[in-house]
């Protein structure tokens, strides 16, 4: 497609419509949509003001070999807009994009090129479901050829059939018996068949699905979280779980789906052999209803993937509901979020209706054909059979050929075409979750250095966490932050909440990226590190950290395996949480619930700060990780930690001051960036905003303060 135009303000519109909807009819994804419509017009807009209204420019988009490019070529003097431009939407919108345009000047004219990946086609996912299927392929093979034994058996059974009823009607007794044990033979026989095939199905089902959920379920863990901060965890589960089983089934289906394909082509031939002109009729009423069915499948493709993200979104919804139950009956929002749980159910099930209705008026005219065809052709034995053309006997094979062939042909091409659709959905959203492009996963260096000290620097950091959000400003949480932590330093951070302290924890521990400096350990930047050098040379408590739901004694092993019950015992009695473990039922066995659900705050803390322990790493994050604990048991955490000082780096998170004037340092921060440093003493003379701080803070003590939670 080739558009020519000027660089007027029509013309750039009708430019990213026309480029907008060729893309979304290819499938490319919404966010690589959004992403071309909001940079294609920040681009042709200024060439607008760099070279005139009246400049020529031309959109061209080409498809082949997979990828569909989006060509903008925009005459006259030379001038790189995504470079030279200082716009904060082209900012946003290209950082980390993969299919970021490139530009380049040519025969006295610009060209801005982008290149997206257009879906995979069924091949290539089939390609993508079989190697989860291949280490199983000697199960396949069998299921297949036991399959094949039964369709056989299955076109011999209507001859037999057949010829009882003539034996009937001919008094014929023996024959009569003998047909009927062949029969018998022929009809268990092939029962016991397909046992054996659904078996082994059963067999390549299981160890697909097994393989196919733990490689996503590894995918998943890479992503980034900011990838999931935006995306949900409703997403994920949904894909885990429903679409893994739509694919393992893949090949089953397509090898039950080809038997009996096999099957029917056999009665074909059988009819075509018996009868041309009772083949002719049959191919003439299947032709109409293929067509007819064609044209449903098409419909339903369309109508599926708009109810599969319908769903997706009550999903994720749900998945809040269950997860913030707690907070959502605490602040009394049970009616607010009623009412938009209310509307996603009603979205995804009006989503759901208007397919499965689309699909009731295509299969009501499908049943006129399909009754009419068999009024039709019985009509048609009846004429031949009086006119001397049939016998009884083949009229009656003819007649049961079509009775397990008519119906059944037709609704195994509707299974097929829905599978299809069906599989494909699936195969886009599990590609997609192992793709870089559309879900991004956590990248490491390969350097290991064989001694991490914890030295923690900064150098000109930059970041914001709604970079990559289309829909809103950018806000900087970090900006131009520097400074540097000594290894065996232990430093706190202060300031008011949203001064983006925990953002700091985020970047050295690589759960986010900087958009711009450099965060470095022992003076290499955590890019350049390995995962398990990174992510082992650190442990982060958090103000509210996660429990495992399983016992005590197995959360402290998912930390380390080879753990011993007197280490175990060790780091408890460290993080003050020993004698509550051992007033419980189990001891360090009992099981705490999801989440933790059944220990209180304080205890969820301090058990977190045992599992940190427990690793002996060279650098220790706290985020407000005593938040929770009464004065007398902070101060104990305070001491244990103190008997680790200059051992580890200790970076400490803290709204309440006096938990942090002993530290070595203390960083002020505000607006995303180090107001002040230096110990207490110092920043009570140097810094007046902390100096309020602390003060504010011993008024608040004068109040009565309450018991750990």
Known sequence: MILKGTLERNCINRFVKEAGTVLEKNGISKDDRLRLRLSMEEILLSYREALGTQTPVKLEIQKKSGKLKVIIDVAGTGYDPINESDSLILIKVLHDWSSAPGWAYLNDANIVEYSFTVRKTLADNLSFAWKYTAPNKKYLLLAVGLQFISVILMIIAPILSARIIVAFTDSAFRRLIYTAIALFAVNYISRAVLLGCNMAYNVVYSRTLSALEADISDSVLKITNRCMDDNGTGLFIQRLTSDTANLATAFNTLADNLSQICQYIGILCAMLIVSPLIFALTAVIFAVRIFMELRREKISKQNGRLFRNANERYTTTVGEMVRGSKDIKLVHAEDSFRKELGLRINEANNARLFWYGRNIRYKLVEDFFSEGGLFIYTLTLALLLREGTFTVATALVLFNYYSGLGTPAVTLLGTILDFITEFNLSCER????????????????????????????????????????????????????????????????????????????????????????????????????????????????????????????????????????????????????????????????????????????????????????????????????????????????????????????????????????????????????????????????????????????????????????
């Open 430 to 709: 599990l590609c997609d979750i192992t793709d870089d492009t559309v879900f991004p996963k956590e990248h490491y260096g390969t350097r290991s250095p064989d001694n991490v000290r914890g030295e923690i620097s900064f150098r000109d950091v930059r970041f914001s966490y709604n970079i990559h959000s289309m829909n809103s400003s950018i806000r900087w949480v970090l900006f131009d932050m520097n400074f540097t932590i000594k290894a065996g330093e232990t430093v706190a951070l202060v300031g008011r909440s949203g001064s983006g302290k925990t953002t700091v924890f985020n970047l050295i521990s690589k759960l986010y990226e900087a958009f711009s400096g450099t965060v470095m350990i022992d003076g290499i930047d955590v890019k350049e590190l390995d995962q398990d050098t990174l992510r082992g040379c650190m442990s982060v408590v958090s103000q509210s950290p996660y429990i495992f739901g399983m016992s005590i004694r197995d959360n402290f092993r998912m930390v380390r395996e080879d753990l011993t019950d007197e280490e175990m015992r060790r780091v408890a009695e460290l993080a003050c949480i020993a004698e509550d473990i051992e007033a419980m039922p189990d001891k360090y066995d009992t099981v705490i619930g999801e989440g933790g659900v059944n220990l209180s705050g304080g205890q969820r803390q301090r058990l977190a700060i045992a599992r940190s322990l427990l690793r002996e790493c060279s650098i220790l994050l706290l985020d407000e990780a005593t938040s929770a604990l009464d004065n007398v048991t902070q101060a104990k955490i305070r001491q244990a930690l103190a008997n680790i000082h200059g051992k580890s780096t200790i970076v400490m998170i803290a709204h309440r001051l006096s938990t942090v004037v002993d530290s070595d340092r203390i960083f002020y921060v505000d607006g995303g960036r180090i107001l002040a440093q230096g110990s207490h003493e110092e920043l009570m003379t140097s810094c007046e905003e902390y100096r309020r701080l602390y003060a504010m803070e011993e008024m608040a003590v004068k109040a009565p303060e309450g018991n750990e939670e």
